[in-house]
């Protein structure tokens, strides 16, 4: 009955920019959302994250300044612009929610999506 369904990503050259978005659906009760990342062999980290109370954004220090998260409350979608990418960035994209503690802790998050790959070539 809950899903986070993301969409966008994709393949470009470093320096380009994307923007992922996550649909949410069925009852949620959560306190922030985020967005994580995944490289093959590589352990899920968290990427960017919003509480969706206040609105604050929290973004992990690889990627300030060149990523903004933002939600549009009414439509239940999570965005993440993602410019300036790098090839650092390659990686598959998941969206995720919280119903209580937040931060880029993937232990926090109760509720996944499936995942968008994002490519970014040199």
């Known amino acids: 009955q809950v899903q986070l369904v993301e969409s966008g990503g994709g393949s470009v050259q470093a320096g380009e920019s994307l923007r992922l978005s996550c649909a949410t659906s069925g009852y949620i009760y959560r306190n922030c959302m985020a967005w994580f990342r995944q490289a093959p062999g590589a352990e899920r980290e968290g990427v960017a994250g919003?509480?969706?109370?206040?609105?604050?954004?929290f973004y992990a220090d690889s990627v300030k300044g060149r990523f903004t998260v933002s939600i549009d409350s009414a439509k239940n979608t999570l965005y993440l612009e993602m410019n300036s990418l790098r090839p650092e960035d390659t990686a598959m994209y998941y969206c995720a929610a919280s119903k209580s503690a937040c931060a880029l802790n993937k232990n926090n998050y109760n509720y996944w999506g499936q995942g968008k790959q994002v490519t970014v070539s040199s």
């Open positions: 919003i509480y969706l109370f206040t609105g604050s954004a």
